[in-house]
């Protein structure tokens, strides 16, 4: 189907920036939305971040003004700039997508739905 690869966690500074890709392959046939979400320890999994195929964006109160979506259509890509880190912000980030892929049977190709998550990407801010 469509698997998602991360890249760009690691540790920084409160204050500092990171820049996460979520890089999307397979029989893609179109993506619709594609989002951040994240997990702090002892936390359940909340919403960062998504973005839809048209660019409409929606973001968590916590990260409004200091995170960033944005998506390389042309390259089934999206990032997370993250700026003026803190603390708080440390969890694992996972990017999910959902879209349609291409599948067949024996007589023809056709399109069938999907949702996948990456594997996430450890983020940790230190004060």
């Known amino acids: 189907q469509v698997q998602l690869v991360e890249a760009g966690g690691g540790l920084v500074q409160a204050g500092g920036s990171l820049r996460l890709s979520c890089a999307a392959s397979?029989?893609?046939?179109?993506?619709?939305?594609m989002g951040w979400y994240r997990q702090a320890p002892g936390k359940q999994r909340e919403l960062a971040a998504t973005?839809?195929?048209?660019?409409?964006?929606n973001y968590a109160d916590s990260v409004k003004g200091r995170f960033t979506i944005s998506r390389d259509s042309a390259k089934n890509t999206m990032y997370l700039q993250m700026n003026s880190l803190k603390p708080e912000d440390t969890a694992v980030y996972s990017c999910?997508?959902?879209?349609?892929?291409?599948?067949?049977?024996?007589?023809?190709?056709?399109?069938?739905?999907?949702?996948?998550w990456g594997q996430g990407t450890q983020v940790t801010v230190a004060s």
């Open positions: 999910t997508a959902d879209g349609r892929y291409w599948n067949s049977d024996h007589y023809t190709a056709y399109t069938a739905p999907f949702r996948s």
């Open positions: 397979g029989s893609i046939h179109s993506i619709d939305v």
């Open positions: 973005m839809t195929r048209v660019g409409g964006t």
